[in-house]
């Protein structure tokens, strides 16, 4: 019974005010003034008198609606940023330190003095990193891999006492 009483009653706004309000200008503004006769008395467009006012404001609705749903979504994005991790900036790694994030090594033989005319210098030689594998990048120790900001004993919302 509710959902006919609901359904009825939206179908009756929609088909007075969309169809036959717009078809027999009815005088139902302020003062017995038709639609047409309010726009002209607040000296708005003429071109605004021929928008349906239903359509005009399921139209407003939806664009009320996006709005709102586009400032809920950037506080989520601004929410998120103060969650991320200070140190790897979200990603969960860093740069390797020993091979400057390239992931490989230089390895350079000393130059010794004494046979400086004998020898030609040889090229140097690279191998792979070590510590990153080569991948040039290392594990975050501070957030583990994560990339979220996680609660420590530094923290100051975590009670030691508690």
């Given at each position: 019974?509710?959902?006919?009483?609901?359904?009825?009653?939206?179908a009756?706004?929609?088909?007075?005010?969309?169809?036959?309000?717009?078809?027999?200008e009815?005088?139902?503004?302020?003062?017995?003034?038709?639609?047409?006769?309010?726009?002209?008395?607040?000296?708005?467009?003429?071109?605004?008198?021929?928008?349906?006012?239903?359509?005009?404001?399921?139209?407003?609705?939806?664009?009320?609606?996006?709005?709102?749903l586009?400032?809920?979504?950037?506080?989520?994005?601004?929410?998120?940023?103060?969650?991320?991790?200070?140190?790897?900036?979200?990603?969960?790694?860093?740069?390797?330190?020993?091979?400057?994030?390239t992931?490989?090594?230089?390895?350079?033989?000393?130059?010794?003095?004494?046979?400086?005319?004998?020898?030609?210098?040889?090229?140097?030689?690279?191998?792979?990193?070590?510590?990153?594998?080569?991948?040039?990048?290392?594990?975050?120790?501070?957030?583990?891999?994560?990339?979220?900001?996680?609660?420590?004993?530094?923290?100051?919302?975590?009670d030691?006492?508690?």
């Open positions: 019974m509710y959902y006919a009483t609901c359904f009825t009653l939206i009756g706004i929609i088909l007075f005010g969309g169809l036959l309000a717009p078809v027999l009815l005088k139902l503004g302020l003062g017995g003034t038709s639609y047409e006769d309010f726009i002209r008395s607040m000296y708005l467009p003429e071109q605004l008198s021929q928008v349906d006012p239903i359509v005009a404001s399921f139209s407003g609705g939806a664009v009320g609606v996006i709005s709102a586009m400032v809920v979504e950037i506080n989520n994005v601004k929410q998120q940023e103060q969650k991320r991790c200070k140190y790897c900036l979200g990603t969960g790694y860093l740069a390797c330190a020993r091979c400057s994030s992931g490989a090594l230089l390895l350079i033989e000393p130059v010794s003095t004494v046979n400086s005319g004998e020898q030609p210098l040889s090229a140097p030689k690279t191998e792979r990193c070590s510590n990153c594998s080569g991948s040039g990048k290392v594990m975050c120790p501070t957030c583990l891999c994560t990339g979220m900001a996680m609660a420590s004993e530094h923290d100051p919302r975590i030691p006492f508690d």
